[in-house]
């Protein structure tokens, strides 16, 4: 399994942007479908958006035209450039990493919009 580690979350106003940053380990990190989920408090983990190991990308609607996600194999990372960000988007972000029906879950990082 491929270990994660997320960065990048942190406090920021409404309308701000943050970058969230997952890096991974282990030497097959290019064949996994890499993700980012949320949880808020008193709610359920819900996907915010995904990458293929081919590259294709889905969305959330919550997410959509806001978010984008991105991978860099050669570095074994994945980010989540998050614009327009609303108090909504508060929440522990955590990385996922998926293959052979197999998930790995980095430790999350807190996204906290507010002013």
């Known amino acids: 399994q491929v270990q994660l580690v997320e960065s990048g979350g942190g406090l920021v106003q409404p309308g701000g942007s943050l970058r969230l940053s997952c890096a991974g380990s282990?030497?097959?990190?290019?064949?996994?479908?890499m993700g980012w989920y949320r949880q808020a408090p008193g709610k359920q983990r819900e996907l915010v958006a995904t990458i293929s190991n081919a590259g294709r990308t889905n969305y959330a609607d919550s997410a959509q035209g806001r978010f984008t996600i991105s991978r860099d194999n050669a570095k074994k990372l994945v980010t989540l450039q998050m614009n327009s960000l609303k108090p909504e988007d508060t929440a522990v972000y955590y990385c996922?990493?998926?293959?052979?029906?197999?998930?790995?879950w980095g430790q999350g990082t807190q996204v906290t919009v507010s002013s």
């Open positions: 996922n990493a998926r293959a052979f029906g197999l998930d790995s």
């Open positions: 282990g030497s097959r990190f290019s064949i996994y479908a």
